[in-house]
């Protein structure tokens, strides 16, 4: 008899989240086991009570998840399992923090894919502001975007001290070279604003961050995407269902929140496919994270370089 497929959960939070065991289930697990309340220790001994446990047949039908809201942490804790493992006792492992880094992932490709539709033009050499670059998916974006080449401003909204170090940490890690510029007054924003070529806002939820009397003053921004579905939005002018809509009064095309979430959902779906069996005897298990996501949601696009 063929054992079930299981996805272990694994989280710092004190929950896991009902949005991925859902996605986990629709992409064919049998089972999903959450373990909450994870710490990165904790990591290793998990991974190898799950690969150990069920001999070579059973271990070709697991897989780890890895939640969270921290990012670096669950960058950590895919490395601890990764190291945890060993051939032929080794499984896939999959990371996505808040779904982070498949929204991020979603919005730079949707970002990337309406550049050269609209304007002939890819991401390299363009400042692009981020608008919420130390939540999950505004610093995850601007990981993806400055990996594409593009100049990424990171947006302080309270003070630049406070994003410096994140920033500093995140060009030493990532080996890019993203900036900090400062966003704490509506002056300030649209300074910003007026010297870029892409915006992207990943704010709270329910945070006019950008009116559409400061888009109509940015001269060269051609693409904006905003990722708050809660009214008021992120971005005036982007309706949460504009998927490349020129903004009323500009030249430039907006993106919103259902864009991007549906590219985000079926990318999440199809790497967690990748980590169920196949019948292919000498597979070798998938480590995902945000460049696997952004891979994957330029594929879905049919975008290529």
Same mark, same amino acid.
């Given at each position: 008899?063929?054992?079930?497929?299981?996805?272990?959960?694994?989280?710092?939070?004190?929950?896991?989240?009902?949005?991925?065991?859902?996605?986990?289930?629709?992409?064919?697990?049998?089972?999903?086991?959450?373990?909450?309340?994870?710490?990165?220790?904790?990591?290793?001994?998990?991974?190898?009570?799950?690969?150990?446990?069920?001999?070579?047949? &059973?271990?070709?039908?697991?897989? +780890?998840? +890895?939640?969270?809201?921290?990012?670096?942490?669950?960058?950590?804790?895919?490395?601890?399992?990764?190291?945890?493992?060993?051939?032929?006792?080794?499984?896939?492992?999959?990371?996505?923090?808040?779904?982070?880094?498949?929204?991020?992932?979603?919005?730079?490709?949707?970002?990337?894919?309406?550049?050269?539709?609209?304007?002939?033009?890819?991401?390299?050499?363009?400042?692009?502001?981020?608008?919420?670059?130390?939540?999950?998916?505004?610093?995850?974006?601007?990981?993806?975007?400055?990996?594409?080449?593009?100049?990424?401003?990171?947006?302080?909204?309270?003070?630049?001290?406070?994003?410096?170090?994140?920033?500093?940490?995140?060009?030493?890690?990532?080996?890019?070279?993203?900036?900090?510029?400062? &966003?704490?007054?509506?002056?300030?924003?649209?300074? +910003?604003?007026?010297?870029?070529?892409?915006? +992207?806002?990943?704010?709270?939820?329910?945070?006019?961050?950008?009116?559409?009397?400061?888009?109509?003053?940015?001269?060269?921004?051609?693409?904006?995407?905003?990722?708050?579905?809660?009214?008021?939005?992120?971005?005036?002018?982007?309706?949460?269902?504009?998927?490349?809509?020129?903004?009323?009064?500009?030249?430039?095309?907006?993106?919103?929140?259902?864009?991007?979430?549906?590219?985000?959902?079926?990318?999440?779906?199809?790497?967690?496919?990748?980590?169920?069996?196949?019948?292919?005897?000498?597979?070798?298990?998938?480590?995902?994270?945000?460049?696997?996501?952004?891979?994957?949601?330029?594929?879905?696009?049919?975008?290529?370089?």
């Amino acid at each position: 008899m063929e054992k079930a497929s299981i996805l272990h959960v694994f989280t710092a939070a004190k929950n896991a989240s009902p949005f991925d065991v859902n996605m986990a289930f629709d992409a064919g697990f049998d089972k999903v086991v959450p373990y909450t309340n994870v710490e990165l220790s904790e990591v290793t001994g998990l991974t190898q009570d799950a690969i150990f446990s069920r001999g070579l047949s &059973g271990v070709k039908r697991e897989g +780890i998840f +890895i939640g969270g809201r921290d990012i670096d942490l669950a960058m950590d804790m895919l490395s601890a399992a990764k190291k945890a493992m060993f051939a032929p006792f080794a499984c896939s492992v999959f990371a996505d923090p808040s779904g982070a880094f498949t929204t991020a992932a979603a919005m730079i490709a949707k970002v990337e894919a309406h550049l050269k539709e609209n304007f002939g033009e890819s991401l390299s050499g363009k400042t692009l502001s981020v608008f919420g670059s130390t939540g999950p998916v505004g610093s995850c974006a601007s990981i993806i975007a400055a990996q594409q080449g593009a100049n990424v401003q990171m947006v302080a909204h309270s003070s630049v001290a406070s994003v410096e170090p994140k920033a500093a940490a995140w060009n030493e890690k990532y080996q890019v070279s993203m900036k900090v510029v400062d &966003g704490t007054t509506e002056a300030k924003k649209e300074e +910003i604003l007026a010297q870029s070529d892409i915006v +992207i806002c990943s704010a709270a939820a329910g945070v006019q961050v950008i009116s559409k009397e400061q888009l109509a003053l940015a001269k060269n921004l051609k693409v904006v995407a905003d990722v708050n579905a809660v009214a008021p939005l992120g971005v005036q002018g982007v309706n949460v269902s504009d998927d490349g809509v020129k903004i009323e009064g500009t030249n430039i095309y907006g993106i919103g929140a259902i864009a991007v979430g549906q590219l985000k959902y079926n990318t999440q779906h199809q790497l967690l496919k990748q980590m169920m069996p196949t019948d292919q005897p000498f597979e070798k298990p998938k480590y995902l994270e945000f460049a696997a996501a952004f891979k994957l949601a330029r594929e879905l696009l049919k975008i290529h370089s």
